[in-house]
């Protein structure tokens, strides 16, 4: 596989944030995703919002587990840490490196095959602990990097590329999220920088646990079989003597609309994705509200997008667990070891 570097020169006037940052010090390599893939998207979202908060890279941890939304932290921040865990192992990775580390930015990166099936276990008890990190879904309803399949957050009775209908209820993260302690909670999508942004950026700024769905199509799945310009229909009737795969490039999907109203957006395949903003008068700081308005909202067949929840209060797993206030990774052995008499006054204070 041949390696693309990005260009390291710079003109001398772009612009630069208060920490004298460019755009491309917030990149990562180029991206090797299909064309079009709202994935990219969801990247240009996370240097954009780390670039306006003047966050240096160096103090970012990123980190993803297996498919292609674990692919993104590859292609942002590239002077941070990075760790690309087992298959829906990453929450565990990200809790024990917040643990040990508590001074930097947790950015965990998932599917919704990563989180919502193999990983859900995990996904779970990361948030209800209350670690410090902003938790994204990259959430396409499919398995991309295996032929197109149905993930655990597919609607019921949607349709695959091969044909079939989806008989199984699907997993909403993000009531999820909300049930199981987040305290930070949103939906966006893809397509819709002008909410990304913002909604990311409050993630980082939050101290807790923040979760972001978003919503983003994968290209090369989301055309239906009965099309005559199909992927399998030209496979079925194509007498060849090897079998190849083209994956046509696509343009990205955008949508930009008002608080309090609702868009229809018409997908790659011709089928449309109903997007409801949340109202300028609604309030996120009730959870119980928040569960009901998701459940009336998808009831009426919309998706509610925007910060559904927020926590003014919140607090996070270092404060549940009151450990001391340097990092973990930086007590020295007198600090871990404080001797007979220590031991003796800290059994006296249990006793």
């Keep these: 596989m041949t390696y693309i570097a990005k260009p390291k020169l710079r003109h001398p006037g772009i612009p630069v944030n208060k920490l004298g940052f460019t755009h491309r010090d917030y990149e990562g390599s180029i991206s090797t995703l299909c064309a079009g893939c709202g994935h990219d998207s969801i990247s240009f979202a996370i240097i954009q919002a780390c670039f306006e908060l003047n966050i240096a890279p160096h103090r970012v941890a990123k980190l993803s587990g297996i498919g292609c939304s674990s ?4 292609y942002l921040l590239g002077q941070s840490h990075g760790f690309n865990s087992v298959h829906g192992r990453m929450p565990s990775v990200l809790t024990g490196a917040n643990l040990a580390n508590k001074e930097l930015l947790y950015l965990g990166v998932s599917g919704d095959g990563d989180s919502a099936s193999i990983g ?54 993000v009531s999820m999220a909300l049930m199981v302690g987040a305290t930070f909670v949103g939906r966006s999508f893809s397509g819709d920088k002008a909410q990304m942004v913002p909604l990311i950026m409050a993630a980082m700024s939050h101290p807790g646990p923040a979760f972001i769905d978003i919503v983003s199509p994968c290209v090369a799945f989301n055309n239906h079989a009965g099309s005559t310009k199909a992927y399998d229909f030209v496979r079925e009737h194509n007498e060849a003597v090897n079998r190849l795969d083209l994956m046509e490039p696509r343009a ?100």
């Design 71 to 74: 692919k993104t932290p590859d």
């Design 120 to 173: 859900l276990g995990q996904f779970v008890h990361c948030v209800r602990r209350g670690v410090n990190m902003v938790y994204i879904t990259e959430n396409n309803g499919v398995y991309g990097l295996t032929k197109g399949q149905f993930s655990a957050t597919a609607d019921k009775g949607s349709k695959s590329k091969a044909g079939g209908f989806n008989a199984d209820s699907p997993l909403d993260l």
């Design 252 to 351: 990205s999907i955008k949508v930009e609309y008002a608080p309090g109203t609702t868009e229809e957006v018409a997908l790659h395949d011709g089928s449309t994705l109903r997007l409801s903003k949340l109202a300028a008068d609604y309030d996120p700081f009730d959870r119980i509200g928040a569960m009901n308005y998701l459940q009336s909202r998808a009831a009426a067949g919309e998706l509610v997008t925007g910060l559904i929840y927020m926590d003014n209060n919140a607090k996070d797993m270092h404060a549940n667990l009151n450990t001391v206030d340097a990092a973990l990774n930086r007590l020295s052995e007198k600090d871990l070891c404080p001797g007979s008499k220590g031991l003796a006054a800290y059994n006296a204070s249990h006793s």
